[in-house]
């Protein structure tokens, strides 16, 4: 199947932009950190970032052969929104409702996915 390689880079480089953002001290940084109990300052940069850009690489490359060569802007929108939400956020919910993790970092996580594929699905029809 075809792929356009720039679009999924792209794709991939916007999930790492997004999560820079949207789990920022500026937005729901603090909250997650609370309601995981992880202490950025405990991390090893490189194996975190390093390794969220690569996985963010892979599920681009997916979506875009999920998606096909040419979606056009409404499936490609449409299905981000469908698989963030639907898929994504949904078996998030599932391991949270187990792990008796609160609904406050549910919706941290699942809205992050949820955009993350919204954005791949934008990005991939408009390249």
Same mark, same amino acid.
Request: no cysteine; net charge neutral.
């Given at each position: ?5 720039? $679009?999924? !880079? /792209? ?6 932009? %997004? @999560? ?5 001290? *500026?937005?729901? =940084? ?33 979506? $875009?052969? !999920? /998606? ?6 409404? %499936? @490609? ?5 469908? *698989?963030?939400? =639907? ?36 990005? /991939?029809?408009?390249?």
């Amino acid at each position: 199947m075809e792929v356009n390689m720039l $679009a999924v !880079f /792209l794709a991939a480089l916007s999930a790492f932009i %997004l @999560g820079g953002a949207w789990y920022s001290q *500026a937005l729901f =940084g603090k909250i997650w950190q609370q309601e995981t109990g992880v202490n950025v300052d405990n991390i090893k940069p490189l194996q975190v970032f390093g390794g969220a850009f690569i996985l963010a690489f892979v599920s681009a490359f997916v979506f $875009a052969m !999920f /998606l096909g060569p040419d979606p056009g802007l409404g %499936l @490609g929108v449409g299905a981000g929104v469908a *698989a963030g939400a =639907g898929w994504v956020a949904t078996s998030y919910g599932i391991n949270y409702l187990f792990a008796q993790r609160s609904l406050k970092l549910f919706f941290i996580d699942a809205g992050y996915h949820t955009l993350q594929f919204t954005l791949y699905g934008l990005i /991939l029809a408009v390249l």
